[in-house]
Nanobody, 120 residues
Framework: QVQLIESGGGLVQAGGSLRLSCAAS????????MGWFRQAPGKEREFVAR?????????TYAESVKGRFIISRDYAKNTLYLQMNSLKSEDTAVYYC????????????WGQGTQVTVSS
């Protein structure tokens, strides 16, 4: 059974940094694209970043986070990361990890989410 468990969320002041982690288990993840999404209160879930699998590890970012967030993965640990720098109040949301991309924003597996709150 595939499981994605996020951690690292919390409360941070604007301009600060956080690093989210997503531990994956129960599947073969090195070859699949993994990503991060977020959902703010009253808004739809939106794409944040994704990284392709195997040796390529190509990263793609939403314009709103480009230059501030960095997505990476540790194949040995089956873990996905999101380093978030220069955080803004509009980054406040529940952040979700996803694995095995099947469409533009469609993924086979999702984590339960971790709350990130940025105070201004």
């Amino acid at each position: 059974q595939v499981q994605l468990i996020e951690s690292g969320g919390g409360l941070v002041q604007a301009g600060g940094s956080l690093r989210l982690s997503c531990a994956a288990s129960g599947g073969t993840f090195p070859g699949v694209t993994m990503g991060w999404f977020r959902q703010a209160p009253g808004k739809e879930r939106e794409f944040v970043a994704r990284i392709s699998g195997s040796a390529s590890s190509i990263a793609t970012y939403a314009e709103s986070v480009k230059g501030r967030f960095i997505i990476s993965r540790d194949y040995a640990k089956n873990t996905l990361y999101l380093q978030m720098n220069s955080l803004k109040s509009e980054d406040t949301a529940v952040y979700y990890c996803a694995a095995e991309r099947r469409g533009v924003y469609e993924y086979a597996y999702w984590g339960q989410g971790t709350q990130v709150t940025v105070s201004s």
